[in-house]
Protein backbone atom coordinates (compact mmCIF):
# COMPACT_ATOMS: atom_id res chain seq x y z
CA UNK A 1 0.00 0.00 0.00
CA UNK A 2 1.60 3.47 -1.01
CA UNK A 3 1.62 6.22 1.50
CA UNK A 4 -1.48 8.08 -0.15
CA UNK A 5 -3.27 5.18 0.09
CA UNK A 6 -2.12 4.65 4.00
CA UNK A 7 -3.86 8.34 4.68
CA UNK A 8 -7.04 7.35 2.65
CA UNK A 9 -7.82 4.12 4.30
CA UNK A 10 -9.13 5.18 7.81
CA UNK A 11 -11.17 7.75 5.85
CA UNK A 12 -13.15 4.82 3.55
CA UNK A 13 -15.83 4.64 6.20
CA UNK A 14 -16.62 8.31 6.13
CA UNK A 15 -16.45 8.67 2.16
CA UNK A 16 -18.70 5.56 1.28
CA UNK A 17 -21.17 7.11 3.85
CA UNK A 18 -20.93 10.39 2.16
CA UNK A 19 -20.69 8.89 -1.64
CA UNK A 20 -23.93 6.37 -0.61
CA UNK A 21 -25.79 8.87 0.55
CA UNK A 22 -25.54 11.38 -1.53
CA UNK A 23 -26.20 8.51 -4.52
CA UNK A 24 -29.48 7.34 -2.48
CA UNK A 25 -30.37 11.29 -2.53
CA UNK A 26 -29.84 11.53 -6.27
CA UNK A 27 -31.87 8.39 -7.12
CA UNK A 28 -34.52 9.78 -4.49
CA UNK A 29 -35.28 12.88 -6.17
CA UNK A 30 -37.84 11.83 -8.99
CA UNK A 31 -40.52 10.54 -6.15
CA UNK A 32 -39.48 13.03 -3.43
CA UNK A 33 -43.40 14.28 -4.39
CA UNK A 34 -46.53 13.50 -3.26
CA UNK A 35 -47.71 11.77 -6.30
CA UNK A 36 -44.55 10.89 -8.13
CA UNK A 37 -46.41 8.21 -10.30
CA UNK A 38 -45.25 5.62 -12.18
CA UNK A 39 -42.78 7.99 -14.63
CA UNK A 40 -41.09 9.14 -10.99
CA UNK A 41 -40.34 5.38 -10.31
CA UNK A 42 -39.14 4.86 -13.71
CA UNK A 43 -36.75 7.50 -13.24
CA UNK A 44 -35.70 6.60 -10.03
CA UNK A 45 -34.82 3.18 -10.98
CA UNK A 46 -32.90 3.96 -14.22
CA UNK A 47 -30.78 6.84 -11.84
CA UNK A 48 -30.22 3.31 -9.68
CA UNK A 49 -28.99 1.57 -12.03
CA UNK A 50 -26.79 4.58 -13.21
CA UNK A 51 -25.53 4.43 -9.56
CA UNK A 52 -25.81 0.67 -9.04
CA UNK A 53 -22.59 0.48 -12.48
CA UNK A 54 -20.84 3.28 -10.97
CA UNK A 55 -20.31 1.52 -7.64
CA UNK A 56 -19.32 -1.60 -9.47
CA UNK A 57 -16.93 0.28 -11.47
CA UNK A 58 -15.50 1.45 -8.45
CA UNK A 59 -15.36 -2.12 -5.96
CA UNK A 60 -14.26 -4.08 -9.25
CA UNK A 61 -11.23 -2.08 -10.68
CA UNK A 62 -10.87 1.10 -8.43
CA UNK A 63 -11.01 -0.49 -5.32
CA UNK A 64 -8.36 -3.80 -5.30
CA UNK A 65 -6.12 -1.20 -7.05
CA UNK A 66 -5.89 1.48 -4.05
CA UNK A 67 -6.34 -1.25 -1.16
CA UNK A 68 -4.94 -4.69 -2.32
CA UNK A 69 -6.37 -5.87 0.95
CA UNK A 70 -10.09 -5.63 -0.61
CA UNK A 71 -9.09 -8.78 -2.89
CA UNK A 72 -10.00 -11.19 0.11
CA UNK A 73 -13.69 -10.28 -0.09
CA UNK A 74 -14.98 -12.23 -3.65
CA UNK A 75 -17.21 -10.22 -5.67
CA UNK A 76 -18.53 -13.80 -7.63
CA UNK A 77 -22.39 -14.15 -7.72
CA UNK A 78 -23.31 -17.33 -5.35
CA UNK A 79 -24.98 -20.25 -7.08
CA UNK A 80 -28.81 -19.94 -7.43
CA UNK A 81 -29.34 -22.67 -4.50
CA UNK A 82 -27.29 -20.27 -2.24
CA UNK A 83 -29.25 -17.43 -3.30
CA UNK A 84 -32.89 -19.13 -2.72
CA UNK A 85 -31.68 -19.97 0.79
CA UNK A 86 -30.58 -16.72 1.86
CA UNK A 87 -34.36 -15.50 0.42
CA UNK A 88 -36.18 -18.09 2.67
CA UNK A 89 -34.47 -17.15 5.90
CA UNK A 90 -34.94 -13.46 5.31
CA UNK A 91 -38.43 -13.70 6.76
CA UNK A 92 -37.71 -14.74 9.89
CA UNK A 93 -34.70 -11.96 10.34
CA UNK A 94 -37.16 -9.53 9.15
CA UNK A 95 -39.81 -10.82 12.02
CA UNK A 96 -36.64 -10.91 14.56
CA UNK A 97 -35.66 -7.82 13.85
CA UNK A 98 -38.97 -6.37 14.21
CA UNK A 99 -39.82 -8.03 17.52
CA UNK A 100 -35.93 -7.15 19.08
CA UNK A 101 -36.99 -3.51 18.20
CA UNK A 102 -39.77 -3.42 20.07
CA UNK A 103 -38.24 -5.27 22.72
CA UNK A 104 -35.41 -2.51 23.20
CA UNK A 105 -37.92 0.10 22.46
CA UNK A 106 -40.41 -0.55 24.79
CA UNK A 107 -37.42 -0.69 27.66
CA UNK A 108 -37.43 3.17 27.25
CA UNK A 109 -40.63 3.69 27.00
CA UNK A 110 -44.10 2.86 26.77
CA UNK A 111 -44.65 1.49 23.09
CA UNK A 112 -48.35 2.03 21.85
CA UNK A 113 -49.29 -0.24 18.58
CA UNK A 114 -52.23 -0.17 16.72
CA UNK A 115 -53.77 -2.48 13.93
CA UNK A 116 -52.42 -2.18 10.81
CA UNK A 117 -54.56 -1.69 7.90
CA UNK A 118 -53.82 -1.29 4.17
CA UNK A 119 -55.98 0.65 1.79
CA UNK A 120 -55.76 -0.23 -1.99
CA UNK A 121 -54.21 2.71 -3.09
CA UNK A 122 -51.44 2.58 -0.02
CA UNK A 123 -50.64 -0.83 -1.39
CA UNK A 124 -50.59 -0.15 -4.92
CA UNK A 125 -48.25 2.82 -4.12
CA UNK A 126 -46.25 0.16 -1.88
CA UNK A 127 -45.97 -2.34 -5.36
CA UNK A 128 -45.03 0.38 -7.59
CA UNK A 129 -41.88 1.46 -5.14
CA UNK A 130 -41.21 -2.40 -4.13
CA UNK A 131 -39.74 -2.98 -7.31
CA UNK A 132 -36.92 -0.44 -6.64
CA UNK A 133 -36.65 -1.88 -3.22
CA UNK A 134 -36.06 -5.39 -3.55
CA UNK A 135 -34.27 -5.30 -7.20
CA UNK A 136 -32.38 -2.31 -6.59
CA UNK A 137 -31.76 -0.81 -3.56
CA UNK A 138 -30.04 -3.59 -2.12
CA UNK A 139 -27.50 -3.71 -3.97
CA UNK A 140 -26.32 -0.29 -4.13
CA UNK A 141 -27.07 0.27 -0.60
CA UNK A 142 -24.58 -3.11 0.51
CA UNK A 143 -22.39 -2.30 -1.96
CA UNK A 144 -21.79 1.19 -0.49
CA UNK A 145 -22.39 0.82 2.92
CA UNK A 146 -20.53 -2.62 3.93
CA UNK A 147 -18.64 -3.40 0.18
CA UNK A 148 -16.45 -0.24 -0.07
CA UNK A 149 -15.96 0.43 3.69
CA UNK A 150 -14.95 -2.65 4.80
CA UNK A 151 -13.09 -4.21 2.33
CA UNK A 152 -9.85 -2.45 2.36
CA UNK A 153 -9.49 -3.20 5.84
CA UNK A 154 -7.81 -6.85 6.55
CA UNK A 155 -7.70 -7.58 10.17
CA UNK A 156 -11.62 -8.71 11.92
CA UNK A 157 -11.41 -6.40 14.60
CA UNK A 158 -10.99 -3.19 12.02
CA UNK A 159 -13.94 -5.02 10.18
CA UNK A 160 -16.25 -5.22 12.91
CA UNK A 161 -15.57 -1.87 14.06
CA UNK A 162 -16.64 -0.55 10.87
CA UNK A 163 -19.19 -2.59 10.49
CA UNK A 164 -20.44 -1.44 13.01
CA UNK A 165 -20.16 2.30 12.62
CA UNK A 166 -21.69 2.37 9.29
CA UNK A 167 -24.69 0.57 10.88
CA UNK A 168 -24.96 3.71 12.80
CA UNK A 169 -24.42 5.79 9.54
CA UNK A 170 -27.00 3.58 7.81
CA UNK A 171 -29.38 4.09 10.39
CA UNK A 172 -29.65 7.91 10.91
CA UNK A 173 -30.26 7.51 7.02
CA UNK A 174 -33.43 6.16 7.75
CA UNK A 175 -34.36 8.64 10.00
CA UNK A 176 -38.01 7.11 11.60
CA UNK A 177 -36.58 3.50 11.08
CA UNK A 178 -33.37 4.26 13.41
CA UNK A 179 -33.22 1.41 15.17
CA UNK A 180 -34.53 -1.41 12.67
CA UNK A 181 -32.42 0.02 10.20
CA UNK A 182 -29.27 -0.15 12.63
CA UNK A 183 -30.09 -3.51 13.50
CA UNK A 184 -30.29 -4.90 9.81
CA UNK A 185 -27.07 -3.08 8.84
CA UNK A 186 -25.18 -4.94 11.20
CA UNK A 187 -26.20 -7.79 10.38
CA UNK A 188 -25.90 -8.06 6.91
CA UNK A 189 -22.37 -6.31 7.57
CA UNK A 190 -21.42 -9.30 9.83
CA UNK A 191 -23.02 -11.36 7.31
CA UNK A 192 -20.41 -9.71 4.77
CA UNK A 193 -17.44 -10.35 7.33
CA UNK A 194 -18.43 -14.15 7.96
CA UNK A 195 -18.95 -14.77 4.05
CA UNK A 196 -16.41 -12.87 2.37
CA UNK A 197 -18.80 -12.73 -0.13
CA UNK A 198 -21.44 -8.53 -0.53
CA UNK A 199 -24.05 -10.75 -2.19
CA UNK A 200 -24.79 -12.93 0.34
CA UNK A 201 -25.88 -9.60 2.65
CA UNK A 202 -27.73 -8.22 -0.35
CA UNK A 203 -29.97 -11.30 -0.71
CA UNK A 204 -30.38 -10.99 2.57
CA UNK A 205 -31.93 -7.20 2.46
CA UNK A 206 -33.28 -8.03 -0.32
CA UNK A 207 -35.33 -10.71 0.97
CA UNK A 208 -36.11 -8.86 3.78
CA UNK A 209 -37.77 -5.92 1.90
CA UNK A 210 -39.68 -8.64 -0.09
CA UNK A 211 -41.23 -10.16 3.04
CA UNK A 212 -42.14 -6.55 4.38
CA UNK A 213 -43.70 -5.84 0.61
CA UNK A 214 -45.78 -9.46 1.07
CA UNK A 215 -46.77 -8.59 4.60
CA UNK A 216 -48.46 -5.87 2.88
CA UNK A 217 -50.26 -8.03 0.67
CA UNK A 218 -51.12 -10.32 3.61
CA UNK A 219 -52.58 -7.61 5.60
CA UNK A 220 -54.31 -6.15 2.52
CA UNK A 221 -55.69 -9.22 2.00
CA UNK A 222 -57.00 -9.37 5.57
CA UNK A 223 -55.94 -12.58 6.26
CA UNK A 224 -53.92 -11.71 9.45
CA UNK A 225 -54.09 -9.04 12.38
CA UNK A 226 -50.64 -7.35 12.16
CA UNK A 227 -49.80 -4.57 14.72
CA UNK A 228 -47.56 -1.17 14.39
CA UNK A 229 -46.32 1.81 15.78
CA UNK A 230 -45.19 5.04 13.59
CA UNK A 231 -42.11 5.99 16.01
CA UNK A 232 -40.11 4.08 15.43
CA UNK A 233 -41.84 2.45 12.89
CA UNK A 234 -42.43 -1.43 14.27
CA UNK A 235 -44.77 -3.75 12.76
CA UNK A 236 -45.37 -6.91 14.59
CA UNK A 237 -47.27 -9.79 12.62
CA UNK A 238 -49.21 -12.32 13.85
CA UNK A 239 -48.23 -16.29 14.99
CA UNK A 240 -49.42 -17.54 11.57
CA UNK A 241 -46.59 -15.38 9.73
CA UNK A 242 -44.19 -16.27 12.88
CA UNK A 243 -44.77 -19.77 11.89
CA UNK A 244 -44.50 -19.62 8.30
CA UNK A 245 -41.14 -17.56 8.51
CA UNK A 246 -39.41 -20.57 10.89
CA UNK A 247 -41.02 -23.04 8.37
CA UNK A 248 -39.04 -20.91 5.65
CA UNK A 249 -35.93 -20.41 7.45
CA UNK A 250 -35.54 -24.05 8.06
CA UNK A 251 -36.04 -25.47 4.61
CA UNK A 252 -33.63 -22.19 3.45
CA UNK A 253 -30.94 -23.51 6.26
CA UNK A 254 -31.44 -27.48 4.56
CA UNK A 255 -30.78 -25.51 1.33
CA UNK A 256 -27.76 -23.96 2.68
CA UNK A 257 -26.31 -26.49 4.09
CA UNK A 258 -26.96 -29.37 1.05
CA UNK A 259 -25.81 -26.46 -1.29
CA UNK A 260 -22.29 -26.01 1.11
CA UNK A 261 -22.06 -29.63 1.15
CA UNK A 262 -21.75 -30.19 -2.56
CA UNK A 263 -19.74 -27.27 -3.11
CA UNK A 264 -16.95 -29.03 -0.19
CA UNK A 265 -17.27 -32.34 -2.18
CA UNK A 266 -16.90 -30.61 -5.41
CA UNK A 267 -13.88 -28.66 -4.28
CA UNK A 268 -11.84 -31.68 -2.77
CA UNK A 269 -12.57 -34.09 -5.64
CA UNK A 270 -11.13 -31.19 -8.00
CA UNK A 271 -8.15 -31.35 -5.72
CA UNK A 272 -7.74 -34.84 -5.75
CA UNK A 273 -7.61 -34.69 -9.41
CA UNK A 274 -4.93 -31.93 -9.28
CA UNK A 275 -3.01 -34.23 -6.94
CA UNK A 276 -2.70 -37.21 -9.50
CA UNK A 277 -2.44 -35.15 -12.04
CA UNK A 278 0.90 -33.55 -10.48
CA UNK A 279 2.13 -37.31 -9.62
Known amino acids: MNKAASYLKPLMPILSAVYGTAIIYVTAMPVAGDNPGFTGELLTWLLTLAGIALTLFLVYRAEPKVFPEAGQFSLKLPRFPIIAGLLLIAPLWLVAEEYIVYGITSLVHTVKMEPLTYTTAELREDLLSSVHAVLLAPV???????????????????????????????GILHVRNFPGA???????????????????????????????????VYCWLGLGKMLMTKTPVIILPDWKVVI????????????????????????????????????
Open 140 to 170: LEELCFRQMAISPFRRRSAQITVCVVMAFLF
Open 182 to 216: FISALFYGMVFIWSRNIWYSVALHAGCNLSATLLA
Open 244 to 279: ASLVLAVAGVCLLKKNSSATMAKFEALSSNKSVINQ
